[in-house]
């Protein structure tokens, strides 16, 4: 097809010459006045200079005698989507068409497919001020006859949708939280999104679901940050909801979405939401050193989600004004398969004690002299979200029984941290 879509370029350029007047120009290099472009190129910006131009929304009608192409070129007016279709105006006619829909630079083609009687496309993504290409050819029809058709481009305004192109992580679309976005994943392809979390506090998630429930194929999408590096990676099929995550305030997010073992001539459509639901007892990453450490207050219950591969533990810090027994409830949210935790208590001079090395819920105790604190909560798992709390009660060591004689119970012990 291509081979003929060139010859029949080339005939209109050279006029009468002759096939074998032509190889010799082509072989000599004079042709055409461009010498330093692949001929392919050449036979390109012919196609460019011959293709009509389309208004979207404006049907238009033609005819195709058999084994014949036409160009065509339209620029979207919106942000939004577009479809195309291709359909007889005789309906006593019954031949196929062959369409092909391309970029500006008439290097990739973003969809190719044959139809009889009609061809509509999915929904394709845009931006304003895009230009695109058709190809349209005749195939296997009557040779007696040209095939009459309309093509019209109907373009729909929608600021819900992905911005085309968006395949990089320097073109990705801003994502605004609780307002879903539509978009559309080729094969092979893929969607890159740009978020800055709110300026509170909250939990943070990812819901994406197919827009056509007969759709069956997967979905990959990454969690990464300004750096590249990854939080989580999900895959599943037909739809996908993510843990909850909490973020620093105004904290810059990438999420990546593409393809999964889909049919090689899939497109799928989606629906995209990043939810946030404020909530000012939330951990908030990046919190993965005592530097980075979130504040906490006593009698305060406080949640975390252990992330992916960049988190390997949470910290939180903690000011205890005089000498005090700490009481410490810990314990992961969902019990049925957490694995290990181990929570840590780390002082100003960076000295670590183990509090808790357990796979249940626990209650520890101990006491504690003056000064600031930090508690490390790791765990074997990912992905596994947790609760706690600390309680302060006042505790004179005046006249008490050596504390590392003071009992133990199978949940609660007392031990002294100096």
């Given at each position: ?90 309906i006593e006619e019954t031949g196929s068409w ?265 209650n520890t105790s101990f006491i504690l002299r ?43 012990h007392i031990t002294s941290i100096k």
């Open positions: 097809m291509r081979i003929k879509r060139i010859t029949e370029a080339w005939k209109k350029h050279i006029g009468k010459r002759t096939l074998a007047a032509t190889l010799a120009l082509v072989l000599a290099g004079t042709a055409f006045p461009m010498t330093t472009s692949p001929q392919t190129v050449q036979a390109e910006d012919l196609v460019a200079s011959q293709a009509t131009t389309l208004q979207v929304n404006s049907p238009i009608t033609g005819s195709l005698p058999d084994n014949s192409i036409r160009y065509y070129r339209f620029t979207t007016t919106a942000n939004g989507y577009f479809t195309i279709t291709i359909k007889h105006t005789n062959n369409f092909a829909l391309k970029n500006e630079e008439r290097t990739y083609t973003y969809d190719s497919r044959d139809g009889y009687k009609s061809i509509e496309t999915c929904k394709w993504p845009c931006t304003k001020g895009q230009t695109y290409y058709i190809d349209l050819s005749s195939y296997h029809l009557n040779n007696s006859i040209d095939e009459a058709y309309q093509l019209l481009i109907q373009q729909t305004a929608e600021e819900n949708w992905e911005l085309e192109p968006n395949d990089s992580q320097g073109t990705a679309t801003p994502l605004t939280c609780n307002v879903p976005i539509n978009g559309m994943v080729e094969p092979d392809g893929v969607d890159w999104y740009i978020l800055k979390t709110p300026s509170t506090t909250g939990r943070l998630s990812f819901s994406i679901n197919h827009q056509d429930i007969s759709e069956t194929g997967s979905w990959n999408i990454s969690i990464l940050n300004d750096k590249g590096a990854v939080y989580s990676e999900y895959t599943d099929f037909s739809s996908l909801a993510t843990c909850d995550y909490g973020f620093a305030p105004g904290t810059t997010l990438y999420i990546k979405i593409n393809n999964y073992h889909l049919n090689s001539a899939t497109k799928q459509l989606y629906s995209f939401k990043a939810n946030f639901t404020p909530d000012a007892n939330y951990e908030h990453e990046p919190n993965g050193s005592t530097t980075e450490a979130n504040p906490i207050k006593y009698n305060t219950n406080y949640c975390g989600m252990m992330l992916g591969r960049e988190d390997s533990a949470d910290y939180y810090k903690f000011t205890n004004k005089s000498t005090a027994k700490i009481s410490l409830h810990f314990g992961p949210t969902d019990i049925s398969n957490t694995g290990n935790w181990v929570v840590k208590l780390i002082n100003s001079a960076g000295t670590e004690t183990t509090l808790i090395d357990s796979d249940a819920i626990e003056k000064g600031t604190y930090y508690l490390s909560i790791s765990s074997s798992t990912h992905e596994s979200e947790y609760t706690f709390n600390i309680k302060r009660k006042n505790y004179s060591l005046a006249g008490k029984t050596k504390i590392s004689k003071l009992k133990r119970t199978d949940k609660t």
